[in-house]
């Protein structure tokens, strides 16, 4: 038996796709968007179609960005001859919110670093080792994972 309407069905299926949203919380969030204004529901949706048509990867670090080079590899104030490792683009936001004092792998040149991203486009290992190899006399590299 059918409890919602078909478009109150398919938002749910479509909302619990999103990871970490079940069935529950997407048919909490689904009553929500149905009960917001209109022009809200819009710029949302909005929202949602330009990030994933203008977010793409840094041709540097690899993190998700909606220009060429990510604000952290465009920032003159950073050390570009230091490397600090990250696994995926929450661990660099993670890492950024601390300003490098909370985490005691990180010594404080770090927190001026260029972060790389080793998941992005899928060949990040690669390209980190061809900077590494490319630059192997400046570069110091910190791991974070």
Request: aromatic share 6%; hydrophobic share 35%.
């Amino acid at each position: 038996m059918d409890y919602y309407s078909s478009q109150i069905s398919k938002l749910i299926e479509e909302l619990s796709r999103l990871p970490g949203i079940g069935a529950k919380s997407a048919g909490r969030l689904a009553f929500h968007i149905i009960n917001m204004p209109k022009e809200q529901v819009e710029q949302l949706a909005a929202t949602l179609v330009d990030a994933r048509n203008n977010v793409r990867y840094c041709k540097q670090c690899c993190t998700l960005t909606d220009k060429e080079l990510c604000p952290i590899c465009a920032s003159e104030e950073r050390d570009h001859k230091t490397i600090m490792v990250v696994e995926n683009s929450r661990d660099l936001a993670a890492y950024e919110k601390t300003d490098g004092t909370d985490l005691s792998v990180c010594q404080s040149t770090a927190a001026l670093a260029i972060l790389y991203i080793l998941s992005g486009t899928g060949n990040g290992r690669g390209k980190l080792l061809y900077l590494i190899l490319w630059h192997i006399h400046d570069v110091k590299c910190q791991s974070l994972c």
